[in-house]
């Protein structure tokens, strides 16, 4: 059996930034999480007055003009000022300044993003203006900004970054994906340190009306924006689009040491499998995403009865918070009833291609804060989800070892193990 995460050398987080719906800024972030707030709203970047669904989890309060210069505004998706903010706050965050890196220290400084919809909202403006106009505003990018590619390319130029610039898009798993391919790298000693993480902004009128039309969406609480994501309960009906961007400095443990760096946790372990079983839905028995998580323990040495706390994926549809619950029991065994688990998109909605770093962002919150933020909304939880979900308000903890459960379209399954060092 090959290895799914070889790592001859050990690879730490040092630096986190986020913009997120429910605050700019990890501590704005975490502060957040810990009291519970929602943030999603009735949409205001578009009109929404004939949509049967009026609600998401939009970025406000946000400096857009101030990531970019005036003449790329027009140029670029919205998941580039996003991916730029945290970026920069990630690398500040880890003391690092690319500005003063030697050339071979930018060529091992590498750049993995995941994100599922990339630019398809520009892609969606784009073509708007050609055909229905005024046709003088779209950019002369539209091509090369609408191709996921572009995106890490934004930060590998916005930094002088000369390692690989990769982006990995496997629908929800994306970003998980992305953080372990970067990590992976780091191991095997082909780059020193990576920005890696999620990104997605995929609250535009056409990828809402693609949504709806999978009936995937609930419009059940466009008058109570707040309490629509609702993961496990049992009046959920669907999924709350929302974006953000959750940016991560990884970097070899020794040469993190050495610099004196902060290190909020090892990356330990990761697996991923697939149900291959439909482009949309799960394969009822949780076989796969169960053998995901185990394979990340598995990876990470470590056994059920060591985690502290696990950060779901919990979409808040009726089947797949069943099926996520049904695999836990069986990737943690006896363990599972009595292990603390919070679902981050109660509280930020679905980002899609970011919720695993945005998961990942929550579970370092827990370590570090020592508090487990809740899975809000749960007034009333479903029989079939009987875990230990912190319904509704955060609880003190000590977390040493997190587990982050992601599950995507095309039954995709990927787990992290983090582990504090």
Known sequence: ???????PRRVVITGLGCVTPIGIGRTAFWNALIKGESGVRRIESFDVSDSPVKIAAEVRDFDWEAQLNPKDRKHVPRTVPLALAAAREALEDAALSPNDFSLAE??????????????????????AYWFVGPANKASVYVIPSSTHGGLSSELSMAFGLRGLSH????????????????????????????????????????????????????NDFNDEPQRASRPFSLNRSGIVLGEGAWIYVLEELERAKTRGAKI??????Y????????????????????????LALEDAGRNPAEVDYVNLHGTST??????????????????????????????????????GAAGLGAALCAMHMGIIPPTINLDEPDPHC??????????????????????????????LVIERI
């Open 1 to 7: 059996m090959f290895s799914h995460f070889q790592k």
């Open 106 to 127: 930018r060529r091992a400084f590498g750049v993995v993003l995941g994100t599922g919809g990339g630019g398809l909202a520009f892609t969606e403006q784009q073509y």
């Open 167 to 218: 982006i990995v898009s496997t629908g929800c798993t994306s970003s998980t994906d992305a953080i372990a391919y970067a990590a992976q790298h780091i191991a095997l000693g082909r780059h020193d340190v990576m920005l890696t993480g999620g990104v997605d902004a995929p609250i535009a009128p056409g990828i809402l009306a693609g949504f709806n039309l999978m009936t995937v969406l609930t």
């Open 264 to 269: 909020y946790a090892e990356i330990a372990g």
């Open 271 to 294: 697996g991923a499998t697939c149900d291959a079983y439909h482009r949309v839905r799960l394969e009822e028995s949780g076989d796969e995403p169960a053998r995901a998580m185990k």
């Open 318 to 355: 009726v089947l797949n918070d069943r099926i996520e619950t049904s695999a836990l029991k069986l990737a943690l065994n006896g363990r599972a009833i009595m292990t603390p688990m919070s679902a981050t998109k109660s509280q930020i909605g679905h980002p899609q291609g970011a919720s």
């Open 386 to 415: 009987d875990l230990d979900y912190v319904a509704n308000q955060a609880r003190k903890a000590d977390v040493r070892i997190a587990l982050c459960n992601c599950i995507g379209f095309g039954s995709k399954n990927s787990a």
